[in-house]
Structure formats: structure tokens, C-alpha cells
């Protein structure tokens, strides 16, 4: 069920009644669940849709170049691969370039929606040390939602554990990691072995 009061904010102000491309100029991305590359167009081309919003101000150019090295840099498969078909590139592929079209924003605020889905897990261990450097080094604040909570939590400041779309527990990264019931529901030896693997 809907809420049916409150609102979303950013930065202090609400922004639930803007545009997509308004919530993007003001420094919010979104990588949804499923990649959702342009598959008609190549690699570039789609990174290049990622910067509209730098192109609409001045100096916006200069920035998109910049953010496009920025990106072959963190996945340098998209730079040899830049010609291609988004459509033909492989899952993996294809979530490194929909990550990247959301960086060509600048955002301060990425959202990730299941960035491991359907993922091998040696593509999964690459997407996740961008994710960490992005936070870490880049000082990006992602809202990361994830069904493999171990890795989830380990590169995670705080976390939050939803049950049919209510919060059930929260608290710092580290408490969640040694928190009994989380271990038993969701850090299972089993699902622990699998990451390991």
C-alpha cells in the first residue's frame, strides 16, 4: 500500500512534485533494477544521454568529457567496447554501463536498485569495489538496496533491513553484521560459503 502523507526531500527541500530531469540537475542518479541500457545505441552513445544535464550549462562539455573518462576509467571493458551495441553487451556489461550513464551526472546522491541481480559472481565482486571506491574515495553518497546482505553491509555505514516494506531493524553497518537475527535470516552459513566461493 502507498503512503499517504509525507514527502521527499533533498538537500532541505522537497522534490517529490519535480521532473526526472529537474532531480537530476539537482544531484540525484538512479541505476534501476535491470540495467535499462538503450540497446539500440552503442556504448558512448548511452553514456553520452547520462550527461544531458551537464550539456544544458556552461562548461557542460568540458565536464561530460571529463565524466566519460571518469567512467572507461572505473570499467575499462565499456571504453574498449564503446562502439558497441549496448544490446549485445553481456548482464555485467551491461550493469557497468548503466552505473556509468548514471556517474556521467555527477550525482551526489546514486541510487542503486539490486546492482548484483542476475550477476556472475566474479562481475558482482567488480561492481562492488566500484561501488566502495565511488563511496570511499569519490565521497558519493549511495542509497544502495541489495539482497546479498553481507556484501551490502560490509562496505556500508548503516543499513536497514525491510520486511514487506517496513523497516524491521537498523543500525550501523557493524551492528547489523553481528546482530543474531540478522546472521540467522540473512548471513546464513550457506549464503556465506556462496559469496566466498
Not at 526526472?20 to 535491470?34: A, D, R, T
Not at 556521467?104 to 546492482?115: G, H, V
Request: aromatic share 6%.
Amino acid at each position: 500500500m502507498p503512503p499517504k502523507s509525507g514527502q521527499i526531500s533533498f538537500a532541505g527541500s522537497p522534490i517529490g512534485n519535480l521532473s526526472s530531469c529537474k532531480i537530476v540537475e539537482l544531484g540525484i542518479s538512479q541505476v534501476p533494477e535491470g540495467r535499462q541500457v538503450f540497446k539500440p545505441l552503442s556504448v558512448e552513445d548511452n553514456l553520452l544521454l547520462g550527461a544531458y544535464s551537464q550539456y544544458r550549462k556552461r562548461g557542460g562539455r568540458k565536464e561530460a568529457k571529463e565524466s566519460i573518462e571518469m567512467v572507461y576509467a572505473l570499467f575499462p571493458i565499456l571504453l574498449e567496447r564503446r562502439k558497441q551495441l549496448a544490446g549485445t553487451l553481456s548482464g555485467g556489461e551491461q550493469q557497468m554501463l548503466a552505473i556509468g550513464r548514471a556517474l556521467m551526472a555527477r550525482p551526489k546522491l546514486l541510487l542503486l536498485d539490486e546492482p548484483s541481480m542476475g550477476l556472475a559472481p566474479l562481475v558482482v565482486q567488480e561492481i562492488f569495489r566500484v561501488i566502495e571506491h565511488l563511496s570511499r574515495e569519490k565521497r558519493t553518497t549511495i542509497l544502495l538496496v541489495e539482497q546479498n546482505a553481507r556484501a551490502a553491509l560490509k562496505m556500508a555505514d548503516r543499513g536497514y533491513v525491510l520486511e514487506t516494506g517496513r523497516v524491521i531493524l537498523q543500525g550501523s553497518a557493524a551492528e547489523l553484521l553481528e546482530n543474531k537475527d540478522v546472521q540467522r535470516a540473512y548471513l546464513g552459513r550457506d549464503k556465506k560459503e556462496i559469496w566466498e566461493r
